[in-house]
């Protein structure tokens, strides 16, 4: 078979998860990944057998990995002349320069979520809109947050054919390996009211009418969110059909808060480590069974959101999607899940 | 003048600082406190000059004071037979046992926010339901969460005339004090849904309409509240007007997160400490100023509540409610606040 | 009387605090304090009635004040022109170019422990070196971390003649107010080995012996010491008459943590807060009893600093040490700490 | 290869990682693990093909695992029946029965260090004294306090001959996986003093003379032990050649907090996470090489011990040291680590 040639411009927090992903797929394969210099990264490539390449062009700056003893493979532009698809995991604000040189380079893009919607015109969450990326030539994965949402949105969206949404956002305020961030001790209320994260769905799924207000909190694991979702007259669900709909829903787990001791983050996160994927991972969105209520119209629930990881599978899908090599997102979604529960056989 | 001549029954967290706030009223006295025995507690009543009596009527468990060196005037009862209105400030789950002394002593008497509306079939605070509370037998002052919706959404369902709301409580885990409780770093959805505490606010104000959802997160000094409110049709009210609105509303304080530099709870805790009331607390609502948003007929807001002491001055207030010394409730806001301020006059 | 004329150039934090405790004294008045611009302090200042004059002599920035409703009454050399001494209450790294101006104002100067000793030569604290301090021109308020070892350390070495000492200092990660800071969820070495606060002690007590390592972790209220001190042969104590000795020692108080259910610095904060002073602030060090244990000559033991305020009533008698108005420093700590409690007479 | 039969009994935080960690030895086999009940950690049992025994040999527990859909063997002493060695990895408490139990079946045992030294009269640690445990009957593998200051101390005392320490341990106050213990903002120091934890390193090795102090800091990632060890007269080390001693030291990592990027111990773990362990676990003690500072014979530096995992591997070698089947600890050590390795080959 033909694998697909992936390149990943950006091999930090979200790169490194990304190419382990991908390269636990047969169909595709990592021909590089890029760091702007030698340091502890460059040798986790090394052990996975990733080419490594320079974010940047600049000879000095390539040859710089060599006192290091990296094999730095080239720059950038030799990354992407041998890729088939690149995906961007690189840090903000850095969207508009790599855009021109994936363009450039005639080849297929990916986005991450830290990126505005407008820098490509088009974003992609596997269960919203594959077929609307299918064969596209770039695109943007959502964030965390939006991929959540649309996880467990989007079949109540499809099931009812009309949806408004209000979220709270209980955000984590710095990621496990950062350690400058805080707040301490006290609540950050985000000031821009609506907070972007709700309306960001949208970009996915225009049809769900949605908003939310955002707070952050000291803690390191997941974020919370708090939702309220309006069902339109006549949508037929209860409280248990809804759950059922969603233990159906790929990348979805719901468990019982009180009878499976998993009263908060911290125990949800300690399940993912026993799943034993890589940095202990949880790509699907945490659903609190006993935390689910319709009354009326109006239905209440919460759901965790492993902020470092659950966009990785996604990617993999998007992959498929611009290079038109699976119509299905569910498909892909099984293929994408399969080889990653394989490589992960802990 | 008469004073009144008041009894707190349990001189912890919210006792002790209900007793001071007594203490600075012109018309008003305390005549004691109890205790359940000799501890750090009770030299904080001698040092204010509060009569110390024991929790129970034990002649043992009365005497044990002396050992300690503590002057005890005598049980529970002695202490009800010579007040007019007794403040119940004892820790939940008592209030049944407690209700048949109170009536058997003959005098009024105050319940807080962890008993039950059921246990009294009136609860109280002072801008919703003052009138009704006027010459009451009994009554129960409001938790400080649903005393902090009170205050903020009270003068605009008397603007509008109704109101929907829906609100996620981010709580704190424990209070700064207690070092036991977790968690250290994960949040806590409160699994049931919807909570218990937005509901509350119907026993004060029955025509709003209001459910809540919310979380316990890791910090100790407020509760945040992330408010959205559906008003009526021909509202007539804007962000501004809104604003507007709260900074006339007593024991509301609006201030802009950016502009004052109080970006968080631990600034606005801050802010508090260079009041100078004492445990360096707040009576007041804080709301962000740039977190509130009108959009169409659906308001949005962020609040913040000191759990440990925003109820303090409604207790105040409910003592001339029940004993019919003073009709209007702002009357009676403006004498509890400016007696305090004026007690605490760093 | 004629009072001592104090001047405070930087109101914040320290400098608020430093003020009120001035004010309170019988024996000296506040002739100023110093903002950079108009702000949520300058309201402070004139709700104290201190005179509000500007940190520079900038005609622009004088008149900024006006603007926002404050009177300013001139520049920092005005200010200077009308006190006996000036408490530097300035944030680090301005003390060279604030000690030309003192220096040429002709005026006493104390520093805080954000200086060097090398920018005065000089530093100061109560207990260890009043008498070196008396007469001076001008000094070094040492830090909170110094002034907490100093308070029992130095009555230690007053009884025993000689004292080698480490500590290792569990510091808090950020103040209470101080929501930027992390880490939320880790333990953060000071990787200068020693660290460099316990070597300073021997800027007012040369004699002492000692060095540290420190840590940083996520809390907000208090440092807390974990203390070996070496006694020499023949000291004659044991656990017991150490625990009297530092009962009986000013500004330190000593308390069972079992016993009197104060576990942790939560509690003890809760018990500051009892007190009744503003900001709920402990000047005094608190010492474990149950954790302080003399196995042969090596003695262990626990204490907790609260960091935003055991410097405070230090700054007070350094006043009448530089001004030569009392001679004998625990007379002068006496009339600084009553004076201060009558203050706070909550 | 004939392999030494491995029950765990007790399939929790420990037993499961200790589990793993046999099953990934060529010369070991796990014949069972028991869990008290059907729940969440017999399906990671199945899902690793390990048999699964239930804790009690009484009936009804037995068969209450099949009404789950487990397939449970029977009960603890048939598990023994068919095993060389146990582990026991059960709560505390329950060591003196388990002996018992273990004694009857005639087996090989091994208990880890919540117990106490006295249940056995001998303890393990692979780099102190895996001599004096071979063809042992029974032992207890020390702690992860005591296993971590054995790394760092033995190597130093087997240059040295003689070693005097003192240990601050900066506790974490709660596992990741623990929600319900705090404190949330506040350090608490342990009130026994010294605290067991020092003393424990001399139940393996009772030539080093040590104390420590404790507190615990709300933190759940890793311990910190900040040490003092004082060396005799004519060691010939200095700060260089004690770093190249532990960078050569088996299950020690030294990197340094500047060059690194590594201050603390989030970006510890963040880079454990990299290393891609199940669980996330770092088996070796981390030594910051910036914080390492020998001053004429005293030594200062800063450990990180990863709680959950550092004994791991040392149960490990404790088996063959048990079993007679290796006698040299560095060729266990070397054979432990390099299965582990590949096992983890993500």
Not at 10 to 30: H, L, N, S, Y
Not at 178 to 201: C, E, F, R, T
Not at 269 to 283: N, P, S, Y
Request: hydrophobic share 35%.
């Amino acid at each position: 078979m033909v694998t697909i040639k992936v390149a990943i411009n950006g091999f930090g927090t979200i790169g490194k998860r990304v190419a382990d992903a991908i390269d636990a797929q047969e169909d595709m394969e990592i021909v590089g990944v890029t760091k702007t210099g030698p340091s502890f990264g460059c040798g986790l490539a090394a052990k996975k057998g990733f080419p490594l390449y320079c974010t940047f062009d600049d000879v000095e700056k390539i040859s710089s990995f060599d006192d290091s003893d990296y094999d730095c493979k080239g720059g950038l532009s030799e990354l992407l002349s041998v890729a088939d698809v690149v995906i961007d995991c690189a840090p903000g604000k850095m969207g508009a320069t790599n855009l021109q040189k994936y363009k450039s380079a005639g080849i297929k893009y990916m986005f991450q979520g830290g990126e505005k919607h407008s820098l490509t015109g088009l974003s992609y969450t596997s269960c919203a809109n594959h077929k609307e990326n299918f064969n596209a030539q770039g695109t943007r994965v959502v964030s965390c947050n939006t991929t959540g949402l649309s996880r467990t949105l989007v079949p109540l969206f499809d099931h009812c054919g009309s949806l408004k949404v209000e979220c709270t956002m209980i955000r984590r305020a710095a990621d496990p390996g950062d350690s400058d961030k805080g707040p301490i001790n006290a609540i950050k209320p985000v000031l821009k009211v609506p907070s972007h994260h709700g309306p960001d769905v949208m970009t996915v799924k225009p049809e769900i009418e949605i908003n939310s207000l955002a707070v952050a909190v000291p803690t390191t694991l997941m974020h919370v969110h708090s939702i309220i979702a309006d069902l339109p007259e006549g949508h037929g669900l209860n409280t248990e059909k809804i759950i059922e709909m969603w233990m159906d829903t790929p990348r979805v787990i719901v468990m019982n808060g009180k009878e499976d001791r998993i009263p908060t983050t911290a125990e949800v996160m300690e399940m993912a480590r026993d799943i034993g994927r890589k940095w202990g991972d949880l790509h699907e969105i945490f659903v609190w069974e006993d935390g689910v209520k319709l009354i009326g119209n109006r239905l209440y629930y919460f759901q965790a959101i492993h902020q470092e990881s659950d966009v990785i599978p996604e990617n993999v899908d998007c992959v498929r999607a611009l290079m038109g090599t699976e119509k299905d997102w569910k498909t892909s979604v099984s293929k994408t899940d399969s080889a990653i529960s394989k490589y992960y056989n802990l």
